[in-house]
């Protein structure tokens, strides 16, 4: 089992080790420690309160990152978000027993992709970015998951039905073709023309194209080859159907790879990070002063919806409020809790949605009200990761899973 | 083994169970592009998922946008139209198991008055009959943060910027003011040209994509052009006229009941029945057509059978027959069903027993100008033929 971090030292410069598929260790990287170092010393002078919060580390590395691209700040955030990353991976895991996938492999899949968390985290209204990473870093698993068992059970050409062009084109890349788009327009007309027959067959043993779908396939590609720059050549039967097996067989190497470590940390002896940290980047103080100001407010937000929430949890009724406790302190999935209540899974979702909704609401007019946050979607969300978080935080306190090191 | 479904424990994202329906495909038979045959049965049995699923869940009302059954957009376009209260919301159905991005075609987001307020990413799985609704986004969101493809003219949207929390989605929908706006577009394109377009992109495999967006977006947002565009991709330059039935009937393989008599002998025996009833004039028409319905097992030859009287007050009484042309009989199990083609409702239905020699839906006055149509049906083979009053 893992033990969480317990200072700011460590929380933005140690990275997870595994052995055989469980963690083993924090493993440091003597640079970011060195470097984590400095900066400690540096506020440690001005404002000692901020030693030990890591949320305001958290904050402070993610913008010298979005200012300065510093990849550094990259490598210490990487290192902050291998709790919510083991986390993440350990409640899929937990919940989708499986043995194609571990803690560790899963693990892997998202932390390699970290860089896209950050890209896409909106800082505002108390959201942090642990906690967005956490449920990012969630998907991603289950996305991952999805398709190892898409893998197993479809025919090759069922599959390719099956992938978003997203996905899709992640495949290609990873392949290293460089005619993406050509690709991706054969891939299209094969989804045009091919699919299963609702009165006799299902899309997972969707068989090799016939030659009229080629037929029709062609005629389609041809004519929207136009629309690329520059133009793919004209294709015939043949060339097309040996263009959609190439697809076939990076989609299959790619849902399946051997996963690599990526993003572990590189400065693992002692000493031999020293040349490098010489030329280490100061940060200017203007940078610093941003990320308190940006903290303060953060901090600000989360006691006032810590107390809306106290209120709202607490004049639920005790049925909601048991159906809380069960799903964020217990851990119990929405089985487990049905068979616990005697009641239907369905109808456990459906009241947790509830309480949710409610909750969500609380907050959201609360906020209007007295801050005048306009109610917008892309606000909500940001309200309702704080809520999540804090329903989890405030179950879990006894829990040893959750335990998140979050200031408030 | 994973469990059935990843997505079971998360209530965050509703899964909806779905019926896949044999028979709806087999009704859409008549549709001769075979991807806009797929689209139109996929949006129609996750259109049947969401509606079942808005009534009893939350006993919310929606509607298909702008009717019941908008064929005429689905067979060129993909993503399914809802009305819920004040807001539009366009489920964008997708076959993928990954939830890796939103893609929404350029129409639902450019054309002024069919944007919508919000895009909800869906996954179909026709296999494990379940509808996923796994993120969503603001009309907003889509068009700053969409990446644009010029390929196919789609915004796309990655899963880390799409919001995947409905209890979100509830309160949004409730709490937030519609970004939707209607407005009367006159149609600004001539007819002439309206017309010549339509007869260019017949027969192309995505129309959507053969000329300059803002062209294309004249056409289609136009209902009138956008359902005879349909019509004609389906192979019929116009439902038929019943009014004072002419040419185009009988280019179109429909004769005046005597040539036919001798093909179906049943026929023979009500036909003068027939027309001492009506006493066939100058008002009063009947013609017949016959039909192949190509079943897996047989080909079957039919003979339909239509009469219009022309009321004083102008209506029509028409009344629909169906008649064996080789056997004696007709065959077991085959249907005739008269319904309104722009919403799917089916009117009336009428089936044959084991010794029927013939079917038919019984006389309906209806006035002029309204659009039916008739199918018939035997085992997965469809006849369809659309008619005007």
């Given at each position: 089992m893992m033990h969480s971090r317990t200072n700011g030292l460590d929380i933005f410069s140690t990275f997870v080790q595994f052995a055989e598929d469980r963690f083993e260790s924090w493993r440091p990287d003597f640079r970011l420690l060195r470097n984590m170092r400095a900066h400690l010393a540096t506020v440690d002078a001005q404002n000692a309160d901020f030693l030990e919060q890591e949320g305001f580390w958290a904050i402070y590395w993610y913008q010298s990152w979005q200012q300065q691209a510093s990849s550094q700040a990259a490598m210490h955030l990487c290192a902050y978000l291998q709790e919510p990353c083991y986390w993440a991976s350990e409640n899929v895991a937990r919940r989708f027993v499986t043995e194609q996938c571990t803690v560790a492999d899963g693990f892997q899949v998202a932390i390699s992709d970290f860089e896209r968390i950050l890209k896409h985290y909106k800082p505002g209204h108390g959201n942090t970015l642990k906690a967005y990473a956490r449920s990012a870093f969630g998907n991603m698993i289950r996305n991952h998951l999805c398709q190892l068992q898409a893998a197993k059970i479809h025919s090759d050409w069922g599959l390719l039905r099956r992938l978003s062009q997203a996905r899709l084109k992640q495949a290609l890349l990873a392949a290293g073709f460089t005619d993406i788009a050509s690709l991706i327009l054969a891939w299209q007309c094969f989804k045009a023309c091919c699919h299963a027959n609702p009165q006799r067959s299902a899309t997972r043993g969707l068989p090799v194209p016939n030659p009229e779908q080629l037929t029709q396939m062609v005629e389609r590609y041809n004519r929207l080859r136009h629309r690329l720059t520059p133009v793919p050549p004209c294709l015939n039967d043949q060339a097309l159907s040996a263009k959609l097996m190439q697809v076939v067989k990076a989609v299959r190497r790619y849902i399946n790879p051997t996963v690599t470590s990526l993003n572990q940390p590189q400065n693992t002896v002692e000493g031999q990070e020293l040349m490098e940290s010489l030329r280490g980047d100061r940060d200017s103080p203007m940078t610093y002063l941003l990320a308190v100001e940006a903290h303060t407010e953060q901090q600000r937000y989360r006691r006032q919806i810590n107390t809306v929430l106290e209120n709202a949890i607490t004049s639920l009724d005790l049925p909601s409020q048991r159906l809380l406790r069960f799903y964020y302190q217990e851990n119990l999935t929405q089985k487990e809790i049905a068979n616990q209540l005697e009641i239907k899974q369905y109808q456990v979702s459906r009241k947790l949605n509830w309480v949710r909704k409610q909750l969500l609401l609380n907050v959201a007019e609360w906020g209007q009200n007295t801050l005048h946050i306009p109610i917008k979607s892309t606000v909500l969300v940001e309200v309702n990761e704080v809520i999540h978080e804090w329903l989890q935080r405030h179950y879990s306190q006894n829990d040893q899973h959750d335990q998140y090191e979050l200031t408030i | 083994m994973i469990s059935m479904s990843l997505q079971f424990d998360i209530c965050a994202q509703p899964v909806l169970s779905l019926q896949t329906n044999p028979g709806l495909w087999r009704h859409y038979a008549s549709v001769i592009n075979v991807d806009a045959r797929w689209r139109i049965y996929i949006q129609k049995i996750a259109s049947q998922a969401l509606l079942t699923w808005f009534g009893e869940e939350f006993g919310l009302s929606a509607k298909l946008w702008p009717n019941g059954a908008p064929l005429d957009i689905w067979h060129i376009l993909h993503g399914l139209p809802l009305t819920l209260g004040d807001k539009r919301i366009v489920f964008m159905v997708d076959?993928?198991?990954?939830?890796s991005e939103l893609r929404v075609p350029k129409e639902w987001i450019d054309i002024p008055n069919w944007r919508a307020d919000y895009y909800v990413a869906a996954n179909i799985d026709l296999d494990k009959q379940q509808l996923l609704l796994w993120g969503y986004a603001p009309y907003s969101m889509v068009k700053n943060l969409g990446a644009y493809d010029v390929a196919d003219n789609t915004y796309s949207l990655s899963y880390l910027d799409l919001i995947q929390d409905f209890s979100v989605f509830w309160v949004a929908q409730q709490l937030e003011p519609s970004e939707t706006i209607s407005m009367e577009i006159s149609s600004s394109l001539p007819l002439a040209q309206a017309e010549s377009l339509s007869q260019r992109l017949v027969?192309?495999?995505?129309p959507r994509l053969e000329m300059p967006f803002d062209q294309w977006a004249v056409l289609i947002r136009c209902d009138r052009w956008r359902q005879q565009f349909y019509q004609r991709r389906q192979g019929h330059a116009f439902p038929l006229g019943l009014g004072r039935w002419g040419k185009q009937l009988t280019e179109r393989g429909w004769q005046t009941l005597d040539n036919l008599i001798p093909q179906a002998p049943a026929l023979a025996l009500r036909t003068e029945s027939l027309n001492k009833e009506k006493r066939l004039s100058d008002d009063a028409f009947a013609y017949s057509k016959t039909i192949l319905l190509k079943t897996s097992i047989a080909d079957v030859k039919l003979l339909l059978a239509v009469a219009v009287e022309i009321q004083a007050d102008e209506r029509r009484n028409i009344e629909l027959e169906l008649y064996p042309v080789d056997d004696p009989l007709l065959p077991e199990t085959v249907t005739m069903t008269l319904s309104l083609p722009d919403s799917d409702e089916q009117l009336q239905t009428v089936q044959a027993g084991s010794r029927d020699n013939y079917i038919k839906i019984p006389p309906f006055l209806c006035p002029v100008d309204e659009l039916f149509r008739v199918s018939i049906q035997l085992a997965d083979a469809v006849f369809q033929e659309d008619f005007v009053s």
């Open positions: - | 076959e993928a198991i990954d939830t027969n192309v495999p995505e």
